[in-house]
DNA sequence: TACAATGTTGTAATGATTACATATATGATT
DNA sequence: AATCATATATGTAATCATTACAACATTGTA
């Protein structure tokens, strides 16, 4: 059994070829890619996927939390393979999704709120790339 | 000019009777409603309000900042009329979703990261409330 | 009133996601 | 190995939120 069947069983994820394949996919891949980027991705490499099954797959990965979910970006949701606390960055111009650090003490509680009892915590930050800052102060001059 | 169209005005938004409706809406119930709740609410009211304005409204209202959007509940966007900086929590027994206090030194600059700028921050709690976290130990029993 | 610009409406199209029925693969038992 | 039960994968069709678009209505101005 390989490293990436070795980590869904971890995760108490029977493993297949797909599921196998597309834990593989996000593992090397932190682009945090969308649902048809990955099904695109490795339909070469396995021409019978169906996209249902991506669909089916990343809702047995994420329910045995051995993925993320992300809706930063309003059009699609992505998806994360890196299940450490972090938070994620978007740049309104290029569009691509950073991992950031998580700010401390957010872990904790909520000031105010101490009654709560919180699961999971998505910190999202939306603006511009120093790359992209760069290339909208060389268009202004 | 009543106080909603002065809060338009003053957001660079021209008031129309069906703007000033969803404004006024959204700041007397911070609810955080989706699309279709603030549509069925109003429409007895105001009986030829259109599924279209609704969205056409919230887009302007978005991009004068006299709104946020919440994507912490992945089947509907989410509207708060209050764009004061907060956090929020979502309840997943329940489905309510709370504003929460943003914790300190979030706004300034993401450690690692301080060449990036931030415009916006978005901050989602998920767990259960204290009124659910009864009913679930109670259901226990 | 006439005109131009802006806002509203309803219908139809889009696109992501889900439901569901069928087919395939897996694992245990004989 | 053959059988069987269970779990997984596939393809099509349905759903549902959102957007595109064209026609209509309103507003403000001359």
Known sequence: MNRTAQHLVSHNIKPSAQRIAIMKYLMEHPTHPSVDKIYC????????LSR????NTLR???????????????????YDGNVMPHAHFMCRSCGKIYDTALPEGILKEIPGMETFQIDAI???????CQECQE????NKE
């Not at 249902?52 to 669909?55: A, E, I, P």
């Not at 998505?122 to 511009?128: D, E, M, T, V």
């Open 41 to 48: 991705d490795l339909l070469p490499d396995m021409p019978t």
């Open 52 to 55: 249902t099954t991506v669909y």
């Open 60 to 78: 047995v990965l994420e329910e045995n939390d051995a993925l993320i979910t992300l809706n930063i970006d309003s059009k699609n949701v992505r």
């Open 122 to 128: 998505k910190l999202y930050y939306k603006g511009l």
């Open 135 to 138: 290339k909208e102060n060389n």
